[in-house]
């Protein structure tokens, strides 16, 4: 025996950040790519996507639990716990790691980053898509086409509860209620 059992580590969580860590810089160059370009128009197109992103995040993340189900509350809580028990473990006198105003708002500067980092590979799936669709002009092959475009669309909308809890989990089903 090499480790006892309560000091593994999880080793799936290296590589979910590894995996975070290459995507993220793989966006990041190809977008330093577009600004580094003479023309400028990738750029603005950045900068206004960035924009609007932040906005798109701030607003959701206003919405209470009750109508999206990220679970920010509660690991916000878990998190401000955990790290306050660990403060004063160690000695230190402290409120807490950070606010949830502080949270929220790094939490959409992220978003607005990666929002802008997603632009133009956005804008490359869209134009792909209609070249797709003009190439083809069997019905069946196109409605696989606006399924397979749309399914990003509809995992999203998984996370609104009331989607996800009143039509998913308790659909009714004539006069029986019966979850999926």
């Not at 290459?22 to 160059?29: N, Y």
């Not at 069946?140 to 669309?153: A, G, K, R, V, Y």
Request: hydrophobic share 50%.
């Amino acid at each position: 025996i090499v480790a006892q059992p309560s000091g593994e580590m999880n080793i799936s969580v290296v590589w979910c950040l590894l995996v975070l860590a290459f995507v993220i810089k793989t966006l990041f160059s190809l977008t330093a790519h577009y600004f580094k370009l003479e023309e400028g128009g990738e750029r603005s197109l950045c900068i206004t996507f960035a924009f609007f992103f932040f906005v798109k995040a701030m607003a959701i993340l206003i919405v209470t639990e009750n109508y999206l189900e990220f679970g920010l509350e509660t690991g916000f809580a878990n998190f401000s716990d955990s790290a306050l028990q660990f403060l004063v473990h160690q000695g230190l006198d402290s409120q807490g790691p950070i606010s949830k105003l502080t949270f929220k708002l790094i939490l959409a500067l992220l978003c607005s980053m990666i929002g802008a980092f997603l632009t133009f590979p956005g804008l490359r799936l869209a134009q792909m898509h209609l070249d797709a669709l003009n190439l083809t002009t069997a019905k069946f092959t196109q409605t696989l086409l606006h399924i397979n475009f749309l399914s990003p669309l509809i995992m999203v909308l998984l996370w609104v509860k009331p989607i996800t809890k009143d039509y998913i989990m308790n659909p009714t089903l004539g006069k029986e209620s019966v979850p999926l």
